[in-house]
């Protein structure tokens, strides 16, 4: 189950991961900072093409920031 929670802990994860500030982050998608905490407090969401910008910068798939498994088949 995707959870507010779980995205949070992961976008701060990746970022601790990639030795990455939150400045960082917001200058390479072209937000302000303040939006990258927002989003890591949970006080906002990234929309889908900011979070795509996000998961790009951080090599990430966005099924690992919505914290969804997937099925092997």
């Known amino acids: 189950m995707v959870t507010l929670e779980n995205i949070q802990a992961a976008l701060a994860e990746a970022l601790?991961?990639?030795?990455?500030?939150q400045e960082d982050l917001a200058k390479r998608i072209g937000v302000n900072q303040s939006m990258i905490s927002h989003y890591i407090t949970g006080r906002s969401m990234p929309a889908l093409d900011t979070l795509s910008r996000i998961c790009t910068v951080l090599d990430l798939d966005a099924n690992d920031i919505l914290c969804v498994e997937r099925e092997n088949s």
């Open 16 to 21: 601790k991961q990639r030795t990455m500030t």
